[in-house]
Nanobody, 127 residues
């Protein structure tokens, strides 16, 4: 079982930055076989949860959704069992609840591809 807890959300003006953190139970980062992929998703009321970025444990390969490319950076610190999402040049359209997610082996860009979820953290970007 993997527990995920997000933090770092808040209110920021357009053009500002925030860094989200996702603290995972240690097992997610010490099990190199199988490996875990960690991801961030976001959701606004009335819309489906959408993929933001993911990072694979082996090699640290990353994938980003087109709307956030060049502005967001996902990273992981295995020693701290934490995944980060650095968000720069934020826009009002980035306003959403951001969720951390994890899965075993391989990668996915849809919510159904992930087994473990955090409770979410609200990000609000004012214009």
């Amino acid at each position: 079982q993997v527990q995920l807890v997000e933090s770092g959300g808040g209110l920021v003006q357009s053009g500002g930055s925030l860094r989200l953190s996702c603290a995972a139970s240690r097992r997610a980062f010490t099990s190199y076989n199988p490996s875990y992929t960690m991801a961030w998703f976001r959701q606004v009321p009335g819309k489906e949860r959408e993929f933001v970025a993911n990072i694979r444990q082996s090699g640290g390969t990353t994938t980003y959704a087109d709307p956030v490319k060049g502005r967001f950076t996902i990273s992981r610190d295995n020693a701290k069992s934490t995944v980060y999402l650095q968000m720069n040049n934020l826009k009002p359209d980035d306003t959403a609840v951001y969720y951390c997610a994890g899965r075993l082996v391989g990668e996915a860009t849809t919510p159904g591809g992930y087994t473990y979820w955090g409770q979410g953290t609200q990000v609000t970007v004012s214009s």
